[in-house]
């Protein structure tokens, strides 16, 4: 497991799954270790993927100052990355809440990034969150779903702030609600640091009128890859944030929800793959 030097002098580890040439991959949660991207259904057989564990994740340490844990200050992490690997221009994979923070990192360094994909990412950093309205429309797609009427109430309840989080909603990150789906909703507790996820959010770390005006100039490749089910982002929403990115492309992966890989890794690994060159 290597082990890197932040700017503020923070132990941060990465993970290298397969080889080849490097693709650097963010993780979402927010503030999730990486552990739970696994290969990311098999991309590894094409790319060497090196996955960032966030400062206080995974086998990264806890930084002196909570403070840094937001958003844009990670930023600082993801150059130092960049920099121990020796990489003059690199591709990028983030996941979800890691979607703003790759965001935030192309704004800031336009030239460092040759190809970025977005998986499932909900564009905070655009000023464009999923909104309540947008999670429940999703869900009703999933009406026809056995377990669809003892999860909806609890989902409901709990994007109107009325309720806690429940188990019972899980299937609706999933396009598909198996063993492998609910093998990873187990883990997800155990490998999030929540009270480093509040900092990550914070509205001072996002300027989205800022950033949008960075990454009009932003030359980099970008897929912007939705999945059909998923109600963070919704297609249409990825589509949106697509549209700020001067060369994105959008992709929705059909009976897809939060997590594609899971859901159908072949499809997952041959969009991305020919994306990024290898297919």
Avoid: K
């Avoid at 403070?67 to 020796?86: F, S």
């Avoid at 507790?189 to 996820?197: I, P, R, S, V, W």
């Avoid at 989205?208 to 109600?231: F, K, N, S």
């Amino acid at each position: 497991m290597p082990i890197f030097t932040a700017y503020d002098g923070t132990p941060l580890a990465h993970h290298v799954r397969g080889e080849g040439e490097p693709l650097v991959v963010l993780p979402g949660g927010p503030m999730r270790a990486s552990a739970y991207l696994g290969d990311l259904g098999g991309l590894a057989d094409h790319r060497r993927l090196v996955l960032l564990d966030l400062r206080g994740t995974g086998d990264s340490a806890v930084p002196a100052d909570p403070a840094t844990y937001r958003c844009d200050r990670l930023v600082d992490d993801v150059e130092a990355l960049r920099v121990h690997l020796g990489l003059e221009r690199m591709d990028v994979l983030a996941h979800s809440a890691g979607g703003s923070l790759a965001l935030l990192y192309a704004a800031r360094h336009p030239t460092r990034v040759r190809r970025l994909v977005l998986v499932t990412a909900t564009p905070w950093a655009l000023g464009m969150p999923a909104t309540a309205e947008d999670r429940l429309a999703a869900a009703l797609l999933r009406e026809d779903e056995p377990w669809f009427e003892e999860a909806y109430g609890p989902f409901r309840a709990w994007l109107a702030g009325t309720g806690d989080y429940d188990p019972a909603f899980a299937p609706f990150f999933h396009g598909r609600w198996d063993d492998t789906a609910r093998a990873h909703e187990a883990r997800g507790d155990e490998e999030t640091n929540d009270e480093a996820a509040d900092v990550f959010l914070s509205p001072e770390a996002f300027d989205p009128p800022a950033t949008r005006a960075a990454l009009a100039r932003c030359t980099a490749r970008v897929l912007v890859l939705a999945g059909e089910l998923d109600g963070g982002p919704r297609p249409e929403l990825a589509r949106r944030a697509a549209r700020v990115l001067p060369h994105a492309e959008v992709a929705v992966q059909q009976g897809a929800g939060h997590y594609p890989w899971l859901d159908d890794p072949r499809r997952f690994v041959h969009r991305v793959a020919a994306f990024l060159g290898d297919g």
